[in-house]
Antibody, heavy 122, light 106 residues
Framework: EVQLVESGGGLVKPGESLRLACTTT????????MSWVRQPPGEGLEWVGR??????????DYAAPVKGRFTISRDDSQNTLYLQMNSPQTEDTAVYYC?????????????WGRGTLVTVSS | EIVMTQSPATLSVSPGERATLSCRAS??????LAWYQQKPGQAPRVLIY???TRATGLPARFSGRGSGTEFTLTISSLQSEDFAVYYC?????????FGGGTKVEI
């Protein structure tokens, strides 16, 4: 059974930093294309970014609102995905989900974690 | 970026009735469209991908149609567990984008 578990959320002040982690089990993580998706309270879903598997080049792409502030990385030895949030702003307040992309050619999200809430407030 | 527009925002239906949800893309996404269901406090789960392929184990009362820019998700006979928010997502182009959601309520 595939499981994704996010951690690291909480209250952070604007301009401070926070790192989220997503630990995975039940999948061949090193082959997985991984993404972060967020959902502000009471709102819809927004793709944050994606990291390819290393065998597919390991390329990372970000949504425009977070580019230059957030960094996605992966540790295949630990089956873990990370999201480093630098200089978060109040509009970054959301539940952050990690999710797997179906494969290298088909980009819907087939497995999701339960999410971790990040609140950016002074 | 491709903008996905869902309608209606809220759909009020009774158990046993048919529900039809719409999703429109600002440009063609071919058949690269997925539908998700999200219940309160839960993560989304994929229902349909490739515009019309049901995810493993999904009841046959759920069906998806469309291609290009116009898509529909139909729930033929609503069950109590189907009351939720539904999102469409295009995966034809980066960035991946979602519609704003349709809340199906009693």
């Amino acid at each position: 059974e595939v499981q994704l578990v996010e951690s690291g959320g909480g209250l952070v002040k604007p301009g401070e930093s926070l790192r989220l982690a997503c630990t995975t089990t039940g999948l061949t993580f090193r082959n997985a294309w991984m993404s972060w998706v967020r959902q502000p309270p009471g709102e819809g879903l927004e793709w944050v970014g994606r990291i390819k598997s290393k065998s597919d080049g390991g390329t990372i792409d970000y949504a425009a609102p977070v580019k230059g502030r957030f960094t996605i990385s992966r540790d295949d030895s630990q089956n873990t995905l990370y999201l480093q949030m630098n200089s978060p702003q109040t509009e970054d307040t959301a539940v952050y989900y990690c999710a797997t992309l179906y494969n290298a050619y088909v980009y819907y999200f087939d497995y999701w974690g339960r999410g971790t809430l990040v609140t950016v407030s002074s | 970026e491709i903008v996905m527009t869902q309608s209606p925002a809220t759909l009020s239906v009774s158990p046993g009735e048919r529900a039809t949800l719409s999703c429109r893309a600002s440009e063609s996404v071919s058949s690269n469209l997925a539908w998700y269901q999200q219940k309160p406090g839960q993560a989304p789960r994929v229902l349909i991908y490739g515009a019309s392929t049901r995810a493993t184990g999904l009841p046959a009362r759920f069906s998806g149609r469309g291609s290009g820019t116009e898509f529909t998700l139909t729930i033929s006979s609503l069950q109590s567990e189907d009351f939720a928010v539904y999102y469409c997502q295009q995966y034809n182009n980066w960035p991946l984008t979602f519609g704003g959601g349709t809340k199906v309520e009693i």
